[in-house]
C-alpha cells in the first residue's frame, strides 16, 4: 500500500523562503533596469530637455516684460488720449444743429488730438480701440454712411449685454438705410440674443424686429415679438399699443 510522505515544513519553508528572494531581485533588477533606460533616455536628451525648459523661461520672461514695459503703458496712453474724441463725440449726442461735424471731430481728432480712427490705428489691442470701435459705427450711422457703421460695429467686442445688443442692432437699422431687409430682420435677432432680457434694451429691439417681421410678411415671427413684449415687458413704453400690433399680425 502506497504511504503518503509528509513534505518536511523546514523544506517548504525554505523553498518559499529562495522563491521571494527570486522575486525580490527580479523586481529591483527591473527596477535598475528601468532607471538605467530613464538615465540613458534623459542624458541623450539632455540638451533638448534644458532647451525646453529654457525656452518656455524665455517665454514667460518676455511676456512678462511685454505687458509690464509695452503693453501697460500703451493701454494708459490710448486711455488718456481717447478723451477728445469722447468729448466730442458726446457734444455731438446732445447738440442736434451741429452734430455732424462734431461726429467728423470725434472720428478724425482735432487740435492736435487723436480721434477714434487714430485710437483704432495707433493703439490696436487696447480697451481704447476696442470700444472706438463702438464709438466709430455710431458716428458713421449717425453721419448716415451706413456702410462704414456696419463695419466697424462688427469689430467691437463686449462682454456688456447693453452695449452688444446696442451694437447688434444698429447694424440692424444700417441694413435696413440701405434696404436689405432681411440682414436687418437678422441683426435684430442677434441683437435680441445679446440683450438676455434686458429690460431697457429688449422691448425696443423686440419691437423693431417684430415692426420688421411684419414688414416682410412674416406675421408668426412678428407676432411671437410682440407677444413677448405683451407678457415680458407690460410696463415699457412699447407695450402701450402692443395689443393693436398683435392684432396686426394675427
Known amino acids: 500500500m502506497a504511504t503518503y510522505k ?53 517665454i514667460f520672461v518676455l511676456y512678462f516684460s511685454y505687458n509690464k514695459l509695452f503693453f501697460e503703458p500703451k493701454v494708459e496712453e490710448a486711455n488718456l488720449e481717447i478723451f477728445t474724441a469722447q468729448k466730442y463725440f458726446n457734444e455731438a449726442s ?30 490696436k489691442g487696447t480697451p481704447a480701440a476696442n470700444i472706438s470701435y463702438y464709438y466709430s459705427g455710431i458716428a ?50 442677434k441683437a435680441l440674443s445679446k440683450a438676455n432680457d434686458n429690460s431697457f434694451i429688449m422691448p425696443i429691439i423686440l419691437n423693431k424686429a417684430g415692426d420688421l417681421s411684419l414688414f416682410l410678411g412674416k406675421k408668426s415671427k412678428a407676432n411671437k415679438y410682440f407677444n ?8 415699457s413704453q412699447q407695450a402701450d399699443i402692443i395689443e393693436m400690433k398683435i392684432s396686426e399680425s394675427e
Open 6 to 58: 509528509k513534505r518536511s515544513r523546514k523544506n517548504i519553508s525554505k523553498s518559499n523562503s529562495n522563491a521571494n528572494l527570486s522575486s525580490t531581485k527580479q523586481v529591483f533588477e527591473t527596477l535598475d533596469d528601468s532607471a538605467s533606460k530613464t538615465e540613458i533616455f534623459v542624458n541623450k536628451y539632455q540638451k533638448y530637455l534644458s532647451g525646453g525648459v529654457l525656452v518656455l523661461v524665455f
Open 228 to 235: 413677448q413684449i405683451k407678457d415680458d415687458f407690460p410696463k
Open 140 to 189: 458713421y450711422f449717425n453721419l448716415e454712411k451706413y456702410d462704414l457703421a456696419i463695419k466697424y460695429l462688427n469689430d467691437f467686442r463686449s462682454n456688456d449685454e447693453i452695449l452688444s445688443s446696442l451694437a447688434m442692432s444698429t447694424i440692424g437699422d444700417s441694413f435696413i438705410q440701405l434696404n436689405q431687409l432681411n440682414d436687418g430682420l437678422d441683426y435684430f435677432e
Open 94 to 123: 446732445n447738440n442736434e444743429n451741429n452734430s455732424d461735424s462734431l461726429y467728423k471731430l470725434s472720428l478724425e481728432g482735432a487740435e492736435g488730438k487723436f480721434g477714434f480712427l487714430d485710437i483704432i490705428d495707433s493703439y
